[in-house]
């Protein structure tokens, strides 16, 4: 918690310092955290955050430095500690930013925010029939790890992944693969997850590739099984007449009601060995 430095005494060149040190357990831990760990707000007696004085203040560490104009109104300073510990992120750039982006967002949160993360088109593969885009395909591995970081450092609504979760231009069994190793990592986000299909997921591209058109793409059962079903944990409300993922869910406790179609809904279907609708979405 914040407690004042020097304070301001008249005559004299109106600054202080406040200092936040931090206890775990009885123990003083405040030299064991980066100065990106600490936040510090200032908020007026109406509740609105001081943007500019906040964005000089980040990065600064547990001290800043306080002015007689910081208090020119009535005004209030306080320091919050994001203490998170990394579970999926190599790069310390990458921490470093996703913090910064974490204290943007808690700048701005009221009692009604939402905070979602979404993440689309990640097109995942390790081994595609056109390999011309393989190595930007497997760093995206990467960025869906620094997804589902964030929403273990900063509390979210929800998550959603918008679709092309993989490449799907290989055969059914790897792109199942690929899928599955997908959605285990997404499964490690801190709050509830919703994933809608994308044209690249049911491998449709790969059937048009290697030449094997009905034996090759992944069933609207087994896409619910992989994309749908882990969602099924947070509540979400189907018509159980027809489980093809569609769905709504309630944020809890905010006015919010999110709906996940599903765009790519048509019958797989061949004519002389060609998918009626493979080229459906572009």
């Given at each position: 918690?914040?407690?004042?430095?020097?304070?301001?005494?008249?005559?004299?060149?109106?600054?202080?310092?406040?200092?936040?040190?931090?206890?775990?357990?009885?123990?003083?831990?405040?030299?064991?955290?980066?100065?990106?760990?600490?936040?510090?707000?200032?908020?007026?007696?109406?509740?609105?955050?001081?943007?500019a004085?906040?964005?000089?203040?980040?990065?600064?560490?547990?001290?800043?430095?306080?002015?007689?104009?910081?208090?020119?109104?009535?005004?209030?300073?306080?320091?919050?500690?994001?203490?998170?510990?990394?579970?999926?992120?190599?790069?310390?750039?990458?921490?470093?930013?996703?913090?910064?982006?974490?204290?943007?967002?808690?700048?701005?949160?009221?009692?009604?925010?939402?905070?979602?993360?979404?993440?689309?088109?990640?097109?995942?593969?390790?081994?595609?029939?056109?390999?011309?885009?393989?190595?930007?395909?497997?760093?995206?591995?990467?960025?869906?790890?620094n997804?589902?970081?964030?929403?273990?450092?900063?509390?979210?609504?929800?998550?959603?992944?918008?679709?092309?979760?993989?490449?799907?231009?290989?055969?059914?069994?790897?792109?199942?693969i690929?899928?599955?190793?997908v959605?285990?990592?997404?499964?490690?986000?801190?709050c509830?997850?919703?994933?809608?299909?994308?044209?690249?997921?049911?491998?449709?591209?790969?059937?048009?590739?290697?030449?094997?058109?009905?034996?090759?793409?992944?069933?609207?059962?087994e896409?619910?099984?992989?994309?749908?079903?882990?969602?099924?944990?947070?509540?979400?409300?189907?018509?159980?007449?027809?489980?093809n993922?569609?769905?709504?869910?309630?944020?809890?406790d905010?006015?919010?009601?999110?709906?996940?179609?599903?765009?790519?809904?048509?019958?797989?279907?061949?004519?002389?060995?060609?998918?009626?609708?493979?080229?459906?979405?572009?």
């Open positions: 918690m914040p407690n004042n430095g020097t304070g301001f005494i008249d005559g004299e060149s109106k600054t202080t310092s406040l200092t936040a040190t931090v206890f775990k357990e009885n123990e003083d831990i405040t030299n064991s955290l980066s100065k990106l760990d600490f936040f510090w707000y200032k908020v007026d007696k109406n509740g609105n955050h001081d943007l004085w906040e964005g000089k203040a980040y990065g600064v560490g547990n001290i800043v430095s306080v002015s007689d104009i910081d208090f020119e109104e009535v005004a209030m300073i306080t320091c919050s500690v994001n203490i998170h510990k990394n579970q999926w992120v190599q790069a310390i750039y990458f921490i470093n930013g996703l913090k910064a982006l974490a204290y943007r967002v808690e700048q701005q949160r009221t009692a009604d925010t939402l905070v979602v993360p979404v993440i689309t088109d990640t097109h995942y593969a390790v081994d595609v029939i056109n390999k011309e885009d393989i190595r930007g395909n497997l760093k995206v591995f990467d960025h869906i790890k997804f589902v970081e964030f929403t273990n450092m900063v509390q979210c609504d929800f998550a959603l992944h918008l679709g092309d979760v993989v490449e799907g231009r290989s055969t059914k069994k790897q792109n199942t690929d899928l599955q190793k959605m285990a990592l997404i499964g490690q986000v801190d509830p997850y919703f994933i809608s299909l994308g044209n690249h997921d049911d491998n449709r591209y790969g059937n048009r590739a290697s030449g094997n058109v009905m034996n090759q793409f992944i069933e609207p059962d896409m619910y099984k992989m994309i749908t079903s882990p969602s099924k944990a947070f509540g979400i409300i189907e018509n159980p007449s027809n489980r993922m569609y769905y709504y869910y309630d944020v809890p905010k006015n919010f009601r999110i709906f996940v179609l599903n765009s790519f809904d048509h019958p797989y279907t061949a004519t002389n060995g060609a998918m009626n609708y493979i080229d459906y979405g572009g």
